[in-house]
């Protein structure tokens, strides 16, 4: 995609953003079951579903502006983050140790989700894309969330459900 003027450059990382969202709901599936903890292994497929609730949010907003929404693209930052994950997951065999370095993993993959939605949403506002803001917004508060309750599992332990 050229990227010619602002709304060319919101578009192409909106894009960017829903391979994220389209590699991690394919891949927190295999997280899970790779999570002895029980706790955790629900909190990663309770964060699958509302991982597939943002992609098809973002492909809407990308139809909105006459984008495609499988535009085959592969958000590389994604891949590498996921492939250092498996890294993770198969050097580790004390299984209380893979569960903290799964709970690392997530969080990287939580905080580049963070940084993306927050950008996306401060331009949508600049842009004049009210709509756009809103979604992406809520979006962000629920991987805020996510972030939040990974910590909470990883001090506490605590058996409380996914936000």
Same mark, same amino acid.
């Given at each position: 995609?050229?990227?010619?003027?602002?709304?060319?450059?919101?578009?192409?990382?909106?894009?960017?953003?829903?391979?994220?969202?389209?590699?991690?709901?394919?891949?927190?599936?295999?997280?899970?079951?790779?999570?002895?903890?029980?706790?955790?292994?629900?909190?990663?497929?309770?964060?699958?579903?509302?991982?597939?609730?943002?992609?098809?949010?973002?492909?809407?907003?990308?139809?909105?502006?006459?984008?495609?929404?499988?535009?085959?693209?592969?958000?590389?930052?994604?891949?590498?983050? *996921? @492939?250092?994950?498996? !890294?993770?997951? %198969?050097?580790?065999? =004390?299984?209380?140790?893979?569960? /903290?370095? #799964?709970?690392?993993?997530?969080?990287?993959?939580?905080?580049?989700?963070?940084?993306?939605?927050?950008? *996306? @949403?401060?331009?949508? !506002?600049?842009? %004049?894309?009210?709509? =756009?803001?809103?979604?992406?917004? /809520?979006? #962000?508060?629920?991987?805020?969330?996510?972030?939040?309750?990974?910590?909470?599992?990883?001090?506490?332990?605590?058996?409380?459900?996914?936000?």
């Amino acid at each position: 995609m050229q990227v010619n003027d602002f709304h060319d450059l919101y578009i192409a990382e909106l894009s960017e953003l829903r391979s994220v969202e389209t590699q991690l709901a394919e891949h927190l599936a295999d997280l899970a079951t790779q999570a002895t903890d029980k706790t955790l292994s629900n909190a990663i497929r309770t964060h699958r579903s509302v991982t597939q609730t943002h992609r098809d949010r973002i492909n809407t907003l990308l139809q909105d502006h006459g984008a495609s929404a499988g535009n085959g693209h592969d958000d590389a930052s994604m891949h590498a983050i *996921l @492939a250092e994950t498996d !890294k993770w997951v %198969g050097m580790i065999g =004390d299984s209380d140790l893979r569960d /903290a370095g #799964l709970i690392a993993s997530l969080q990287r993959m939580e905080h580049y989700e963070i940084a993306v939605l927050g950008t *996306l @949403a401060s331009w949508a !506002k600049k842009l %004049g894309y009210d709509r =756009d803001a809103t979604v992406l917004s /809520a979006i #962000l508060q629920d991987d805020k969330a996510a972030d939040a309750y990974l910590t909470d599992i990883a001090t506490n332990g605590h058996d409380r459900p996914p936000p």
